[in-house]
């Protein structure tokens, strides 16, 4: 036997982590050949490890802790948007209602409503500084928490923001691991997610707030599948409250509570049978509105105590600068664009950015009512698909958006959202240009790709149906 077969695991596990290290304290953003290595070199670790016969999960969830702790003294180095959070958190501290005012008017006013203005409003950028905030309350609380135990220091805003991420992600590992082993699925596809070094370097490396959001969402998907809806609701809305991208799964869930299938059954049935279906249907129904009911309370309690006159307005404008304004990373979107400089001479993303929305509303509703979404593995995976689709025609795709795809395919029969994090790192490629500029010969290599794996999957799967059926 040799050396390395004798040692591998162990390798694979010193490997990662001084991977990790040179990432998390050494790497510049602009070194973009570096940081493909290190990308590419720490995902085939990490599938080594997930792979591997001989560690089990209690080493796994040990590396999970090791990996992320790696990280916790380090600056953020592929994101600056933890400098608005820490500015968020400082504002509420100091009683302003952070979404009423824009940091750019203190720094132009020069006035310091908080420690560290001038280095915060610095590092988040004119154009981050320039806009109202759009991160939801318990996004908002975290930042809170930040400020309550490191008021005056960067460094330690970071700190803690980092352990209420790993926190998140543990929680994830735990109900994540909890519901698989209820849809009976092998228990180790949670580290798909946990050990994925997009997750790793994305979240706890540079401070996305996905994993608490996704931590709530896990947690109410498992209670659902208990039956326990009101504290389901409860939880989705707290998910919402993080960020807004779990809205678009509300209409998936009404099969989950009516037996649509039941009543437009067309065979033959008895009296009896029809109204026994009708009655369930009735019950089915009133459960759904009580869901969507609990839901949207609580989201509007939560954002209760921001209420004014203006946040609707503020808010609305920040969220409508993803439509309207903002493009990177996109996929068809940037097809649309260029057929728009063909025939038009100028850029559609006012028109094109009304319509893509239009289109998910649609893609959701068929899935809603002509797919079958009745077990839990079905709606994971209309929630998955649900999802993409509005991911496929968005202006819009930041790498830390692909947290959601990933832990929600790690409960279905599809691996694509794994693929999508390994080549999303061609997006980071724009950030080695002088000045910024996205090139997208690496944009249209990393949804080929994608694509490719997407239909090699599908037709796999129909196959399988096909055989099953």
């Known amino acids: 036997m040799s050396f390395f077969t004798k040692y591998k695991d162990v390798l694979l596990i010193l490997i990662s982590a001084l991977l990790y290290f040179i990432f998390a304290y050494f790497l510049e953003r602009t070194a973009f050949n570096n940081l493909l290595f290190l990308w590419f ?18 080493t796994l969830i040990g590396l999970v802790i090791l990996f992320r702790l790696i990280f916790l003294f380090a600056i953020p180095n592929l994101s600056q948007d933890f400098y608005r959070f820490i500015w968020d958190g400082r504002m509420i501290l100091e009683g302003f209602n952070p979404y009423l005012s824009l940091p750019e008017t203190y720094i132009q006013q020069g006035l310091h409503p908080i420690a560290e203005t001038t280095n915060l409003y610095a590092g988040m950028g004119e154009m981050n500084g320039g806009h109202y905030t759009n991160y939801p309350p318990i996004n908002q609380l975290c930042f809170l928490i930040a400020a309550l135990f490191a008021n005056k220091s960067i460094f330690g805003s970071v700190v803690v923001l980092r352990l209420i991420i790993i926190l998140a992600d543990l929680g994830i590992l735990y109900f994540g691991k909890k519901l698989l082993a209820q849809l009976n699925l092998p228990v180790k596809n949670i580290f798909w997610y946990a050990l994925n070094p997009f997750i790793i370097i994305e979240m706890t490396g540079n401070l996305h707030f996905e994993p608490v959001m996704l931590f709530f969402l896990i947690w109410s998907l498992y209670k659902l599948q208990q039956q326990k809806w009101v504290l389901a609701a409860i939880l989705l809305a707290c998910s919402v409250s993080v960020k807004l991208i779990p809205l678009l799964f509300l209409p998936l869930f009404f099969q989950w509570f009516v037996d649509y299938n039941g009543i437009t059954n067309k065979m033959k049935q008895s009296y009896e049978q029809r109204k026994n279906k009708w009655n369930s249907a009735f019950t089915g129904i009133t459960k759904l509105i009580g869901f969507y009911a609990i839901t949207f309370t609580t989201i509007i309690l939560l954002f209760l105590p921001f209420y004014s006159s203006e946040f609707i307005e503020n808010y609305a404008n920040s969220v409508g600068l993803w439509f309207k304004n903002f493009e ?16 038009r001479g100028y850029n559609e993303i006012a028109i094109i950015g009304k319509i893509t929305p239009i289109l998910t509303i649609l893609f959701l509703v068929i899935i809603t009512f002509f797919r079958k979404n009745k077990s839990m593995i079905q709606l994971i995976t209309a929630l998955l698909f649900g999802l993409c689709f509005y991911y496929f025609t968005a202006t819009t795709v930041h790498p830390w958006y692909l ?7 790690v409960f279905t029969r599809y691996r694509f959202p794994i693929i999508w994090t390994l080549v999303i790192i061609f997006s980071y490629q724009a950030y080695a240009n002088t000045p910024w500029k996205e090139n ?5 290599l990393e949804y080929l790709i994608l694509y490719i794996f997407l239909v090699f999957e599908l037709r796999k799967n129909f196959k399988h149906y096909k055989i099953v059926k």
């Open 403 to 409: 947290a959601t795809p990933l832990i929600l395919s």
């Open 328 to 343: 990177f990373n996109a996929s068809f979107y940037f097809i649309f664009r260029e057929i728009g400089y063909l025939f």
């Open 41 to 58: 070199s720490l995902f085939g670790c990490s599938y080594l490890l997930i792979k591997s016969k001989t560690i089990n999960t209690s």
């Open 440 to 444: 997208l010969w690496f944009v249209g």
